[in-house]
T-cell receptor
Framework: ETGVTQSPTHLIKTRGQQVTLRCSSQ?????VSWYQQALGQGPQFIFQ???????GRGNFPPRFSGLQFPNYSSELNVNALELDDSALYLC??????????????FGNGTRLTVT | AQSVSQHNHHVILSEAASLELGCNYS??????LFWYVQYPGQHLQLLLK??????LVKGIKGFEAEFIKSKFSFNLRKPSVQWSDTAEYFC????????????FGKGTRLHILP
C-alpha cells in the first residue's frame, strides 16, 4: 500500500502571496488532517476533512482553508502569507472517523518558507 | 482547552541506559493518549496508544507507557535503549467524545550515544 504523499517538499513564498499544498492519503483512508509544525514545536492541528467536509478546526484564521476531493486527496490553501506561516506542514490520513478507530499516518511534510 | 507538556526538550543517554520521558496533559474529561516518534529523515509514526483498559500499554520496539489518571500523566519508558532509538518523541492527547483533534506536545529530542 502507498503511504501518505505530500507535494511539494519545499516551497519559498513572499509575504502576502498565496500557497496551495497537496496531500494524497494512504490507500483506503477517507480522513485527512493537516498540522503545522513550527521549528522546535510539536505539530498543531489546523483542520480535518472527512468525506469531503471539514470535520474539526484548530485555532487558525480563516485564511487557512482546505479541500478534500472525491478520491480523498486534499489541499491546504493559505492566503495572505505572513512570516510566521513559515513551518513544516504535515498531512495525516486515517481510515474512518474517530482516532480510536484508526491511527494517523503522516506524510513527510512540506517545508514552507515565507520571506 | 487541552494541552500537553513534555518536561524534557533534549535527553542524552548511553546505550543500555533506562529511559523515561515525562508527559502531562491538561483536560478534565476522558482522554485518548498517544506517543509518536520521528526517526531522523522519516515521518511521524505511532509508537503506542492508550484508549481504555490496562493503564500500562506496550508499543513497538520495547517501549511502554503508563497512564496515571490522578497525575494526568502518560510517561514513556524503555528499560534499555539502543542507538537506533535516537529520534524525536511526541506525546499527544485527544479529548474522547469531543472531536478528532489531537494535541501534541513540543517533543523531546532523544540522542543515544553508541
Amino acid at each position: 500500500e502507498t503511504g501518505v504523499t505530500q507535494s511539494p517538499t519545499h516551497l519559498i513564498k513572499t509575504r502576502g502571496q498565496q500557497v496551495t499544498l497537496r496531500c494524497s492519503s494512504q490507500s483506503g483512508h477517507n480522513t485527512v488532517s493537516w498540522y503545522q509544525q513550527a521549528l522546535g514545536q510539536g505539530p498543531q492541528f489546523i483542520f480535518q476533512y472527512y468525506r469531503e467536509e471539514e470535520n474539526g478546526r484548530g485555532n487558525f484564521p480563516p485564511r487557512f482553508s482546505g479541500l478534500q476531493f472525491p478520491n480523498y486527496s486534499s489541499e491546504l490553501n493559505v492566503n495572505a502569507l505572513e512570516l510566521d506561516d513559515s513551518a513544516l506542514y504535515l498531512c495525516a490520513s486515517s481510515a474512518g472517523q474517530g482516532v480510536v478507530n484508526s491511527p494517523l499516518h503522516f506524510g513527510n511534510g512540506t517545508r514552507l518558507t515565507v520571506t | 482547552a487541552q494541552s500537553v507538556s513534555q518536561h524534557n526538550h533534549h535527553v542524552i543517554l548511553s546505550e543500555a541506559a533506562s529511559l523515561e520521558l515525562g508527559c502531562n496533559y491538561s483536560y478534565g474529561g476522558t482522554v485518548n493518549l498517544f506517543w509518536y516518534v520521528q526517526y531522523p529523515g522519516q515521518h511521524l509514526q505511532l509508537l503506542l496508544k492508550y484508549f481504555s483498559g490496562d493503564p500500562l500499554v506496550k508499543g513497538i520496539k520495547g517501549f511502554e507507557a503508563e497512564f496515571i489518571k490522578s497525575k494526568f500523566s502518560f510517561n514513556l519508558r524503555k528499560p534499555s535503549v539502543q542507538w537506533s532509538d535516537t529520534a524525536e518523541y511526541f506525546c499527544a492527547v485527544n479529548a474522547m467524545n469531543r472531536d478528532d483533534k489531537i494535541i501534541f506536545g513540543k517533543g523531546t529530542r532523544l540522542h543515544i550515544l553508541p
